[in-house]
């Protein structure tokens, strides 16, 4: 890698500062000490008993492992201590505040002589009353007598640790005309979905169940177009489907693997008749399962087809009239449909009756940067809604287990962003059949996770809510260490930075050891990064009360403040640690 010495750094464009700003001269950065110094030894393991909480309710709170003597726990939300307390067990309870739709952070800690402090465990608490607001996203994929209650438990478990709120239960119907296994008052014990993969419903409803007790939201997943080849038998028209020709002589259809029960049948979405008839199956589902939504599906583009009487359709207009005749019939169910490769995704959201975008990216939407470009445009149509991405990482890697930088470095970038990664659920997802679980978690992925979902939830203030980007200059004090402006570049410390409720808040991500700008990281090669030490920063800035840092990366998460310098216009600090992603927050 080129270096470039400390003068020859040129100032980013910045589109918010006046024009007469005497350039900063980066040569002047020294390096400073943290306002507080803090270590970590993370030996505790801290668990909720929920995934969110609703404003004043009871967040029971329990550890693993020996409580240290003088140890307190206390609850912040970014760098503000709302409430603290002394520790005398290994399980305790607070009280959620009553500010709605807020993350926070408890960490155990001690004070120690030599004024430092030793955090041993974090972590995060989201009160909201609303799931959708800030949606962390899972799955579940497999039904089988495998899927014992401890299993179904222990499953839950750690989604519930990564505080996921929702769970999507891919390919648990029976057909997908008719997805309930059984009738309603008589249901089947167990059945066969479409692959022949036996489906017992009391591991559903155990799922279920579950999740509820952690206040997950469970949203069972069809088509909003498919049909097996014995639909005509369950009152499915032929008049109803979707033709290749205007002659109606070949229906459309996916081609399904040899053994399996079907090929699958598209049919019009916005076919009233069509419509009527899947939301009666929905019903029956609703009536029989205690199912909280729909997570509705797409195939993407089809191209050119056409209904039973030769007119050719659009099928995204299609989809925003299967989706306001599906809520027209559940109002109080939560509606969720894929934007695959972004087809539809204007006339999805522009429904505003989903609770969120939900956006399947495949090769056209590769890069670290189409993440933002994609939310921004999808959020351009309806600003109300958050993003998820359906992102499989690895997907073409021969390894037994997920390459851990590629997957943190992609987390990293989803989240400083404020999109949510759906990657989490009985396995972790690399292919978009949900069931393949070639690939594996390591423990140190594992462990990772954790911590950047406990980020995710506990900062979701900073990441996630509305905010416009920042394209000020930042300048490196380290010639060894280039600055760069989103969207990445290799060889580059690169910045998204994001004025929030007025707070700077600046994400580095580490990209210099990088070997692609893809996020997909393909065949798991994604080297790891070197962590950056002591990084000297100048950034414009007036009138600066506090800064303060916090990484999934470093101490669990919690924040440190850091000293600072005022030079005119601009502020200097020095950023303690930097591995995948460091946030830093500059209070006005």
Known sequence: MKMYPILMIIPLICQSCSSDNVAFDSSHIETLQPAVNISSELNLNLNTDKALYKPGETVTITASGKIPVGAKIRYRHGNDVVTSDNLAGNAWTWTAPSANYTGYLADVYTQNDDHTETVYGTIAIDVSTDWAKYPRYGFVATYDGSKTHSVIQDDMSFLNRCHINGI?????????????????????????????????????????????????????????YGALDDAKQDGVS???????????????????PTGWKSDIYLMDAANENWQNYIADRNDDVYASLDFDGYHIDQ????????????????????????????????????????????FGSQQIAETGDVDFLYSELWSGESTFSDLLSIMKSNQSYNDSLAQVYAAYMNYNSSKSEFNTPGVLLTDAVMFAIGADHLELGDHMLGNEYFPNSKLNMSDVLKTAIIHYYDFFTAYENFLRDKGNQNYDEIYSGNSNVIINNWPPKLNTVTAYAKEVKGKEVIHLLNFVKANSLSWRDLDGSM????????????????????????????????????????????????????????????EK
Not at 240 to 247: F, R, S, T
Not at 303 to 323: C, E, H, P, Q, W
Request: hydrophobic share 35%; proline share 4%.
């Open 168 to 224: 999507q239960f891919y390919d648990w119907h029976y057909k997908h005309q008719w997805p309930l296994g059984g009738t309603k008052g008589n249901l089947m014990d167990s059945y066969t979905d479409i692959a022949n993969r036996t489906i017992y419903t009391s591991v559903i409803k155990d799922y279920i169940s579950t999740q509820h007790a952690y206040g997950m939201k469970a949203m069972f997943y069809n088509l909003c």
């Open 527 to 586: 080297p790891e990064p070197e962590t950056i030490t002591s990084l000297p920063l100048g950034v414009h800035a007036s009138s600066v009360k506090k800064i303060w840092v916090a990484s999934p990366d470093n101490y669990g998460g919690a924040p440190q403040e850091l000293k600072f310098k005022q030079q005119g216009d601009y502020v200097t600090f020095t950023i303690p640690s930097l591995k995948y992603w460091t946030m830093v927050v500059i």
């Open 299 to 342: 195939v993407g583009d089809r191209g050119n087809v056409y209904d039973y009487y030769g007119s050719k359709l659009n099928l995204t207009d299609g989809f925003a009239s299967f989706i306001k005749k599906m809520k027209t019939r559940q109002l109080n169910k939560s509606l969720v449909m894929n934007a695959v490769a972004n």
């Open 238 to 256: 032929e008049k109803w489907h979707l033709y290749d020709d205007a002659g109606h002589a070949t229906m459309d259809k996916l081609s399904m």
